[in-house]
């Protein structure tokens, strides 16, 4: 009797539960879980990005996972901080890398720790999907697993020049900050800067963070008709802020390393007017991404840093690809998830996505851009002053 009774209380429990189902709700059949990782600043003075790239990836977890959850597997985001430091950027990725259910990384924000965080994924082939590292290194070494949807350096600093040339500028003098990727986006610059006749003054690494008068003091003697900074905005806007309150002249000109709001909060009105390149557009720029940014807003209570939407769509491909790779039920292996990514065709918010055979999107976009206003809540209306699509220089070689 006593059986009987608990049998029926468990029946009615279990009439109740499935009546505060939502109609047309997935019952999860316990097949285990899928997680998507992220991989960016989320501390220090890069945060600004680095935390539009997790928040941009969250949202399309949350968005788009619901097909895997429908076939049964529970669907978490998972975000590491790798502080802009490679070191950390390793320990983490060893870690991602000992959780099986991470069947995918979107990251990361910068190269230098991007390319040897990818050696660690690499051994046990985990799709990365790159929203932001534009050295060419991250995709030129072939990796069937890595991938990236947002331009190259060699292309982005060889816009750069095509615009300081556009200017009527004679004369440039290029400062990088020893990173792969601002060393590396210089390099292009300057090179390309020099074949169209532009006279470089001066090329000079540096780390420095708060006083650049031993930088500056020589600059303003030298008094170039344009200053090219490659590197991140933390070091970039002090810099141009102490550049233009010690008199110097020159326009001002970066990479996308320049593009985010915290650029105008710290240098403020110094740099109004300055020019910057960009792999990521202003997501309130580009036709399909209104709703995007709507939602984004709606959950965040601000707007997206430039490459959330780009992480966004990396986010995106990462789950389109371990659902064709999951095709009868079954959880795929990284291996099956990496083979699907590379053949992932996705009409994205940042334009039509298609990777060649080094994992290079097969046509990027980039901006040329000019600050419009020192509100840091303005950023997002910098005037778009150019806009390309641009195949990977080695497109023919593949």
């Known amino acids: 009797m006593r059986n009987s009774i608990t049998r029926s209380v468990v029946g009615v429990l279990?009439?109740?539960?499935?009546?505060?189902v939502p109609a047309g709700a997935p019952i999860a059949q316990g097949k285990g879980t899928i997680k998507i990782a992220s991989q960016s600043p989320l501390s220090g003075g890069q945060a600004a990005l680095g935390e539009g790239i997790k928040l941009g990836a969250q949202l399309a977890v949350e968005k788009f996972k619901g097909p895997l959850e429908k076939m049964g597997f529970k669907v978490e985001f998972v975000p590491y901080d790798d502080q802009a430091k490679p070191d950390v950027g390793v320990s983490n990725s060893k870690n991602i890398i000992a959780d099986k259910d991470i069947l995918a990384i979107i990251g990361h924000l910068n190269s230098g720790v991007a390319i040897p965080s990818s050696e660690v994924y690499k051994e046990v082939s985990l799709a990365m999907i790159s929203p932001a590292n534009t050295n060419p290194t991250v995709t030129d070494r072939k990796y069937t697993n890595v991938n990236r949807v947002c331009g190259r350096d060699d292309v982005q600093g060889v816009v750069g020049s095509e615009f300081a040339k556009s200017l009527n500028a004679k004369t440039v003098y290029v400062?990088?900050?020893?990173?792969p990727y601002g060393q590396g986006v210089a390099e292009f610059f300057r090179d390309?800067?020099?074949?169209?006749?532009?006279?470089?003054?001066?090329?000079?690494?540096?780390?420095?963070?708060?006083?650049?008068?031993?930088?500056i003091t020589p600059i303003r003697a030298r008094n170039p008709d344009l200053i090219y900074f490659g590197g991140i905005y933390d070091q970039g806007a002090p810099f141009f802020k102490q550049a233009r309150e010690k008199g110097v002249k020159s326009k001002f000109m970066?990479?996308?390393?320049?593009?985010?709001?915290?650029?105008?909060?710290?240098?403020?009105k110094n740099v109004v007017g300055m020019y910057y390149t960009s792999a990521a557009g202003p997501a309130s720029a580009l036709p399909k991404a209104k709703q995007f940014v709507e939602d984004f807003?709606?959950?965040?209570?601000?707007?997206?840093?430039?490459y959330a939407a780009e992480a966004y769509d990396a986010a995106t491909v990462a789950l389109k690809a371990?659902?064709?790779?999951?095709?009868?039920?079954?959880?795929?292996?990284?291996e099956d998830v990496a083979v699907a990514v590379r053949k992932v065709k996705l009409s994205g918010i940042t334009g039509d996505i298609e990777f060649d055979a080094k994992g290079d999107r097969k046509k990027a976009l980039y901006f040329v851009l000019q600050?419009?206003?020192?509100?840091?809540?303005?950023?997002g209306d910098n005037?778009?002053?150019k806009q390309l699509a641009i195949a990977p220089p080695s497109a023919s070689k593949n």
């Open 192 to 215: 390309d800067a020099k074949k169209k006749g532009l006279n470089v003054l001066g090329f000079e690494g540096t780390e420095e963070k708060s006083n650049f008068d031993p930088i």
């Open 297 to 306: 807003k709606k959950k965040f209570g601000k707007n997206p840093e430039p």
């Open 14 to 20: 279990v009439v109740l539960a499935l009546a505060a």
């Open 322 to 334: 371990i659902e064709a790779a999951a095709k009868g039920g079954k959880a795929p292996s990284r």
């Open 175 to 179: 400062i990088h900050d020893k990173t």
């Open 371 to 379: 600050v419009d206003s020192d509100d840091p809540q303005k950023w």
């Open 383 to 385: 005037k778009i002053v």
């Open 254 to 268: 970066g990479p996308d390393g320049m593009d985010s709001s915290d650029l105008a909060k710290i240098a403020g």
